[in-house]
T-cell receptor
């Protein structure tokens, strides 16, 4: 099956700095890559996603890049704010297996 | 549209008991997945149902089971509860299995096993 690795497991940045979270996947048939944000005590919520026919996608301060050849994708958050503090999960959907495989999460802390 | 709902939100059980959790999907969603979330363990996949059929299954013992009804509502059952089953159980729904559809999570059921 698919294996999704996510790094780092914890990330601390100063407000205003950028944060980057990286994920790798193993199944070349994976073609959909969502990112979820989970604030403390709340449900995971989709913040951005990308499909395998696109190399980059941006939504205001958040961007995701995908390198299909290297089988890795990354989340970039610019101008971080304290409210960006949360656990972020990457995921990959295998077109052959039809399910999402999640990374283990990254605890992002943004210090004011 | 109403979001994904889960009942109950909190549950306290003792070892050896069994428990049933319920998930009502967003209207029109036919795929329901279940996850176990414990501190430091991320989202552990339990199983996924689509049109009343289990399509995928994670690496959990047979004590964990599920089903889906014709209205797409899903239940999961844990029998012979163990202390290690204490966790947040999340369900997530989407239009179909695969296809890159957005998966929406419910608020979760917090299970505590004493």
């Amino acid at each position: 099956g698919e294996n999704v690795e996510q790094h780092p497991s914890t990330l601390s940045v100063q407000e205003g700095d950028s944060a980057v979270i990286k994920c790798t996947y193993s199944d070349s048939a994976s073609n959909y890559f969502p990112w979820y944000k989970q604030e403390l005590g709340k449900r995971p919520q989709l913040i951005i996603d990308i499909r395998s026919n696109v190399g980059e996608k941006k939504d205001q301060r958040i961007a995701v890049t995908l390198n299909k050849t290297a089988k890795h994708f990354s989340l970039h958050i610019t101008e971080t704010q304290p409210e960006d503090s949360a656990v972020y999960f990457c995921a990959a959907e295998s077109s052959t297996l039809g399910r999402l495989y999640f990374g283990r999460g990254t605890q992002l802390t943004v210090w004011p | 549209k109403a979001g994904v709902t889960q009942t109950p939100r909190y549950l306290i059980k003792t070892r050896g008991q069994q428990v049933t959790l319920s998930c009502s999907p967003i209207s029109g969603h036919r795929s329901v997945s279940w996850y176990q979330q414990t501190p430091g363990q991320g989202l552990q996949f339990l199983f996924e149902y689509f049109s009343e059929t289990q399509r995928n299954k994670g690496n959990f013992p047979g004590r964990f089971s599920g089903r889906q009804f014709s209205n797409s509502r899903s239940e999961m059952n844990v029998s012979t509860l163990e202390l290690g089953d204490s966790a947040l159980y999340l369900c997530a729904t989407r239009l179909r299995t695969g296809g890159g559809d957005t998966q929406y999570f419910g608020p979760g059921t917090r299970l505590t096993v004493l």
